[in-house]
C-alpha cells in the first residue's frame, strides 16, 4: 500500500519518458507525507494497445492515474494527492501535434479487510 497505476493510450508512448514519470510522480507523493515508509509505494504505467476515446474522427489518447490507498485519509487528502499526481502528469504527457489527449486521475481506497501485504525477502 498504497498502490499507483498509470495507464496510458499506445499512441502516446513515443515521447512519454516513462520511467522518469514514475519517479516523479512517486517523489512528489512521498513528499506529501501521507506515505508512511517510501517502500510501501508501488507504481507502474501500463499502455493499453487497443483504445478508443469517444465516437468522433480524429487522434485521441488518454492517460488514467488511479491511486489505491487504505482507508484512514479525508476527502481533503485525496484531492490533495490528486492534484499532485495531476501536476506532474500535466508536465510529463506529450502532447504530439493534432491529437486531443485527456488526463483523469482518481483516487480510491482499498478494502482493508480482504488486503493482504507481505514483504518475501530473500
Known amino acids: 500500500m498504497p498502490h499507483l497505476t498509470i495507464e ?3 499512441n502516446l508512448e513515443d515521447s ?3 520511467a522518469e514519470t514514475l519517479q516523479e510522480v512517486n517523489a512528489t507523493l512521498v513528499a506529501s507525507g501521507q506515505i508512511k515508509d517510501e517502500l510501501d509505494l508501488k507504481s507502474r504505467i501500463v499502455p493499453l494497445d487497443v483504445t478508443v476515446v469517444g465516437t468522433g474522427a480524429g487522434d485521441r489518447g488518454f492517460v488514467y ?3 489505491r490507498l487504505l482507508p484512514g485519509r479525508t476527502d481533503e487528502v485525496k484531492a490533495e494527492l490528486s492534484e499532485r499526481i495531476g501536476v506532474v502528469m500535466r508536465n510529463r504527457i506529450p502532447r504530439p501535434g493534432g491529437m486531443v489527449v485527456q488526463l483523469s486521475v482518481e483516487v480510491t481506497e482499498m478494502h482493508k479487510p480482504s488486503y493482504v501485504k507481505e514483504v518475501l525477502a530473500a
Open 8 to 10: 496510458y493510450s499506445r
Open 16 to 18: 512519454f519518458a516513462l
Open 65 to 67: 492515474c488511479l491511486l
